[in-house]
């Protein structure tokens, strides 16, 4: 009966708000406020002077097709409760989409995977890494078998090679722990929705949101996140890699808590060989 049936599809849109502004909204009025900022911290909206206010225009409907059509949902335009799974799931901080290259868009079209714009890649295959975090989580007695593993992921698919670099020396990639704002323009978020983030070549800041419940060990319980599939994702980044569209490449940029993913897919195989293969 009609009048069940709108009943029905009100509770449930109304449960669907209600999941989202626990996740993300500060204030219960300004629900597509919060949505444009989580559309645009991944890169699918940008928000200027005049487009920061509640109202649900045609540029958020567009985003939000973009995001579901790169999430490979209905491209419904609405908030429903597809896209409200998925984005309820913590993630990386790394943008989903970026400015197209011809080159870029080039490659998208074909693959999952997808790489920064310009195809920014490091100029040789030697690279050094160090700790330094200024947060203390984990010691670095921990950490550094489990960056060692994370990096032999990429270095027996790739011409790479790793070598940990002392405390005072220079070295090209710079692991660590922070919280909240810790210099860079993109501050860590508390617990939940944002877990790591790490920079394009020839940068190599990787940084782990010190807010996280991280297990370093290889007894990940269902709240927590696996350090060492986090770190092989933003290792990733760390080599040019941007996010891909396939759930099970590595390069996937939601992280389901107490899973452990530590085995490069296909998807993330062919996008390191194509940024590297010449
Ligand atoms: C401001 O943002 C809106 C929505 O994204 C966009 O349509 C508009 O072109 C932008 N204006 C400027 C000046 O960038
Ligand atoms: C992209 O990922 C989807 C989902 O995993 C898969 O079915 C498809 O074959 C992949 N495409 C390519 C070109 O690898
Ligand atoms: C490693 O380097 C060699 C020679 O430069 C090249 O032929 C080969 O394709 C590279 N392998 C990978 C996996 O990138
Ligand atoms: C992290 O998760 C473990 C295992 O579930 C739990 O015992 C611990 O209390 C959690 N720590 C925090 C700070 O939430
Ligand atoms: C976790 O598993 C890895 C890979 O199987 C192993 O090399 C490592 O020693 C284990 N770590 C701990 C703390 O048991
Ligand atoms: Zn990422
Ligand atoms: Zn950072």
Partial sequence: MAPNLSHHIISEALFLLLVFQALFVKSESQFSESLKQYLEAFGYYSINGSSLTDAFDDSLESALKAYQQHYRLEATGRVDSETVKIMSIPRCG??????????GVKFSMVA???????????????????????????????LRPIIARALQKWAVVSNFTFREEGFFGR??????????????????????NVLAHAFAPQVGMLHFDAD???????????????????????????????????PDAIMYA?????????????????????????
């Fill in 112 to 142: 999952n995977y997808s790489l920064f714009e310009g195809m920014p890649r490091w100029d040789k295959r030697r690279l050094t890494y160090k700790f330094r975090s200024s947060a203390h989580v984990i010691s670095v007695r921990r």
């Fill in 94 to 103: 790394v943008r989903d989409v970026f400015d197209n290259s011809n080159d």
């Fill in 212 to 246: 996280e419940n991280w297990s370093s060990n290889n007894l990940t319980r269902s709240n927590q996140i696996d350090l060492e599939s986090v770190s092989i994702h933003e290792l990733g980044h760390t080599l040019g890699l941007g996010h891909s569209r396939d």
């Fill in 171 to 192: 070295s090209d990639i710079v692991l660590g722990f922070h919280r909240h704002a810790h210099g860079d323009n993109f501050p860590f978020d508390g617990p939940g």
């Fill in 254 to 278: 939601y992280y389901r808590p107490g899973s452990i993913k530590r085995d490069l897919g296909q998807d993330d195989i062919d996008g390191i060989r194509a940024l590297y293969s010449n």
